[in-house]
């Protein structure tokens, strides 16, 4: 408590709350940090205003905070020392970011309106996986819930929270809430870590962020689909209220309901209408026209179908017997035909030739007809046909002539 030192810091935390009588904050530098606090007479008399990424040169002393046991800076003289180096850093790379469009509204996808499957990637033993719990439960218990536990500060959370949606992804969840309690600037650094920023923009599922409280923005903030201020927030964000769905669901049956008794109404008119039509109140009645229409029909039919059978009776009686003459002319007209024709066929018979008084003569094989000596031998058994029978013959001597 005797020793006054200086000491440059970011502030990381601040506490100025109306009523204290001092203002509570703590400095870092990347690798630790430091509890301090300034009485409101010297804060406001130094004429610096602090603010968490500022980086300020405070000169004091150490002291003890008896009752807690806790040892704390006390300063005495402040000053600003120039732009907090880890939110200058992470001010340059939300910039390249948005230069890559990451960052644009276009890309920001639509929450499911009613999820069956929500995925959580958290760490497993901080607030914010039971304050999740606890919203969705009440509010939307019909989802399944995954939990992706995975480290969220800490020189490995960056890949851990990486490796977390991967593995949330591969369950295949309707949207993905990446969350973690409120702390520090530097105990939300991993959020800001580029790769973590790349895992966020490429997720093929919707993505919710809640991290921190209110006032914190982390560079994953700005490339999920929607940001919301706490986990709690985050869970309400991506699930709806019981109560309003089951509200919606009263006003849709209601408006069904009344539809459908509209159209009952309508369908119940109509069948009135239809019941006091007389076809309806005695369908007898309407047949009677028919039904005399049918009656004289069938007197017609019955006076005018023994005439009409006469009459055809008649004409087929007509039909026959000119079909019988003309039967009888045209048998006459075909043996006269045949007649000639036999008288022909019998002028033009060879039989006919051999009456006469004619001759075939055949040849040794009996049915090659010889027509001149020079078509046998002498000594050739020859077949002469006469007209009644016929002669075996041998060829004694010919005489042929040219």
């Given amino acids: 408590e005797t020793v006054s030192v200086s000491v440059v810091g970011e502030v990381s935390e601040l506490s100025d709350k109306a009523g204290y009588k001092a203002v509570y904050f703590t400095l870092s530098d990347g690798r630790s940090s430091m509890q301090c606090l300034a009485w409101n007479d010297d804060y406001r008399a130094s004429g610096v205003a602090l603010r968490c990424g500022a980086m300020v040169e405070v000169e004091g002393s150490f002291g003890v905070y008896a009752p807690k046991g806790r040892m704390q800076f006390v300063a005495r003289r402040l000053s600003m020392a120039g732009e907090g180096v880890l939110r200058v850093r992470v001010a340059e790379l939300a910039k390249a970011l948005a230069a890559e469009g990451l960052m644009g509204p276009e890309r920001k996808r639509p929450l499911p309106s009613h999820p069956r499957r929500i995925a959580l990637v958290t760490s497993p033993r901080g607030k914010a996986v039971w304050d999740v719990i606890r919203t969705l439960r009440r509010r939307y218990p019909v989802a399944e819930l995954v939990v992706a536990g995975v480290a969220v500060e800490g020189r490995d959370a960056p890949q851990a929270i990486v490796e977390g949606i991967a593995v949330a992804v591969a369950e295949q969840p309707d949207v993905l809430i990446l969350a973690r309690g ?13 790769s973590v920023a790349r895992a966020v923009a490429a997720c093929p599922v919707p993505i919710v962020t809640g991290i921190g409280h209110e006032p914190d923005t982390t560079i994953a903030d700005m490339v999920a689909d929607r940001r919301a201020s706490t986990p709690t927030a985050a869970a309400e964000e991506v699930a709806p209220d019981t109560g309003d769905v089951l509200a919606l669901l009263h006003k849709d049956a ?4 009344r539809g459908l008794g509209a159209r009952l109404a309508e369908a119940s008119q109509r069948l009135r209408a ?13 047949l009677g026209i028919h039904a005399q229409r049918l009656d004289a029909a069938r007197s017609a039919l019955s006076r005018g179908l023994p005439a009409r059978l006469t009459s055809v009776r008649a004409q087929v009686e007509s039909l026959a017997a000119a079909l019988g003459r003309e039967a009888a002319r045209s048998v006459e007209r075909m ?25 075939l003569c055949y040849a040794p094989d009996g049915s090659t007809i010889v027509r001149a000596a020079g078509q046998v031998e002498i000594g050739d058994a020859l077949v002469v046909k006469l007209a009644r029978g016929s002669l075996a013959c041998e060829v004694k001597d010919r005489d042929e002539v040219e």
């Avoid at 409120?182 to 580029?194: A, I, K, Q, V």
């Avoid at 043996?335 to 001759?359: F, H, I, K, N």
């Fill in 182 to 194: 409120g702390g520090s600037y530097e105990d939300l650094m991993p959020f800001n870590h580029e």
């Fill in 254 to 257: 209601r408006l069904m309901a």
């Fill in 274 to 286: 239809m019941a006091g039509r007389p076809v309806m109140r005695e369908p007898l009645a309407s």
């Fill in 335 to 359: 043996c006269g035909s045949v007649e000639r024709a036999g008288s022909r066929l019998e002028d033009l018979s060879p039989l006919a030739v051999l009456g006469r008084g004619y001759a």
